[in-house]
């Protein structure tokens, strides 16, 4: 039975419409005795997808040790054992870190080379090949690149907090990771109470429930480490600006406070980012969009920007809300009030027509995961569990989207993405990028 709370009309629900349910196999969720969680979804097919997802990434780490997630991850992937028929990825953010295996030969194959890469992580296996790769790869990172400028955008909206750090770490502080602090990471974050194994597609649960205990039963179930002293991510709105005039593109991202994963309008605001969309020059420049900010971009003579893209990055108690753009020294200022402008357009004159195409859009990307391969529903089953606990079904996931409201986006448009104060990092030939003061008060429409 389902009961979900509808924040914005103030209603619960103990059904939902038999649409949303039609051949979703579910997810079974039971603990073992650590209280490390076992999630699946038998939706049956040839290929099986097992993962361990961990609460732990660059906001769990300290300036000494930052960068340390994202080398267990690299030591993890690399113990993908071809022959065995089992492929390894991984997946890292701020918060959690996933290490999948896809089989074509059942869940106990993929559990063994989980207990594989776990035992590897646990023993620093590797890691001065790790890291030098590392350390390559940062010293090839572009300027103008999106994961530069959304490390550069934390810095400044979570400054002073772990949620600040780079997402893959610094040199100086990859540099001084040892096999000993590695392990120390995993002994004290890697435990029962912070860890899911998920599974999905050709999987059974008594099996998998069977296969996890056996190999993970090992694990601490509480943390010795005191995650209370760890600051507080709290938002600061200002601007970072890291200008080189040999760069001639300008990559700019403006952002807003978001919300949290569990945030009773976390669905209104996926709306929100549907209606602003995204935009690619590569992908043709009709103006016959049915997107009003891209088609304002365009209009406005603003076609040397090459990409718009709206992201939505929630987090355990805070998220952030904006725009990435890239564009051209000489349009990043009218670039940059045009995304303000369409904050408060969302807040006061988007139409009913717009919420339900948005609407609609999010139920076609969310809901094909559930229906979509192992892999991706793996993943989805496991963060999710991960970050609030539980999966939210197809049936729940319907029902929130359906009950918003043109009133519900225009009321959380108001209230988080005007007369507030932004955070902004810009990279490139940053010489036309506008004074913050500026910026903030284009936050607000004054009105007579």
């Known amino acids: 039975m389902i009961k979900t709370f509808i924040a914005c009309l103030g209603r619960s629900y103990a059904s939902a419409p038999s649409s949303y349910l039609s051949n979703f196999a579910g997810v ?30 660059s906001a769990f780490e300290t300036a000494e040790n930052n960068g340390v997630s994202n080398l267990i991850a690299n030591i993890a992937e690399n113990e993908t054992d071809v022959e065995s028929g089992v492929t390894l990825s991984t997946y890292i953010n701020r918060e959690q870190i996933g290490i999948v295996a896809h089989a074509t030969s059942g869940s106990a194959a993929a559990v063994k080379s989980l207990k594989s890469a ?6 620093g296996k590797g890691i001065e090949r790790q890291k030098t790769r590392i350390l390559n790869s940062l010293g090839d990172l572009d300027l103008t690149s999106p994961s530069v400028v959304y490390d550069h955008l934390h810095s400044v909206a979570f400054q002073g907090t772990p949620l600040s750090h780079p997402l893959t770490g610094t040199t100086s502080s990859i540099s001084g990771l040892t096999g ?11 435990t029962g109470n912070r860890v ?13 429930l069977d296969a996890a205990n056996n190999s993970f039963s090992h694990l601490q179930g509480n943390a010795e480490f005191d995650f209370g002293r760890l600051p507080e991510a709290e938002y600061t709105g200002s601007m970072v600006s890291v200008r080189d005039d040999d760069v001639t593109p300008v990559t700019i991202a403006i952002a807003m406070k978001g919300l949290s994963h569990s945030h009773k309008d976390y669905f209104t605001l996926k709306v929100i980012e549907k ?15 049915s997107l009003p ?3 304002n971009v365009q209009e406005e003579g603003l076609s040397t920007a090459s990409a718009l893209h709206t992201f939505n990055l929630s987090y355990h108690a805070t998220g952030l809300f904006g725009v990435l753009a890239t564009t051209s020294r000489d349009t990043v200022e009218d670039l940059s009030y045009h995304v303000f402008k369409e904050f ?12 339900n195409r948005a609407k609609q859009k999010l139920k076609r990307e969310l809901l094909s995961v559930s229906y979509g391969d192992s892999l991706s ?6 963060l999710q569990t991960a970050r609030i606990g539980r999966y939210i079904s197809p049936a729940e996931i319907g029902v929130r989207i359906d009950e918003i409201t043109r009133s519900c986006v225009s009321n959380l448009a108001g209230e988080i993405l005007t007369d507030q104060c932004p955070a902004i990092a810009a990279t490139g030939s940053t010489i036309y990028l506008p004074d913050y003061n500026q910026m903030r008060g284009w936050t607000y429409w004054n009105r007579l």
């Open 28 to 57: 079974q969720t039971t603990p073992l005795d650590n209280l490390v969680r076992v999630s699946t979804s038998e939706t049956g097919g040839k290929f099986t997808s097992v993962g361990v997802f961990v609460n732990a990434g």
């Open 118 to 123: 776990m035992n590897a992580i646990a023993e």
């Open 180 to 190: 000993p602090s590695v392990s120390e990471f995993f002994k004290t974050h890697f």
């Open 196 to 208: 899911v194994v998920a599974g999905a597609g050709n999987v059974d649960h008594a099996a998998l």
């Open 275 to 289: 209606i602003i969309g995204n935009w690619n020059r590569q992908y043709g420049s009709s103006r016959e969009s």
């Open 293 to 295: 900010f891209t088609n």
């Open 344 to 355: 408060n357009r969302i807040a006061s004159t988007v139409t009913s027509t717009e919420v």
């Open 377 to 382: 529903l793996c993943k989805d089953v496991g």
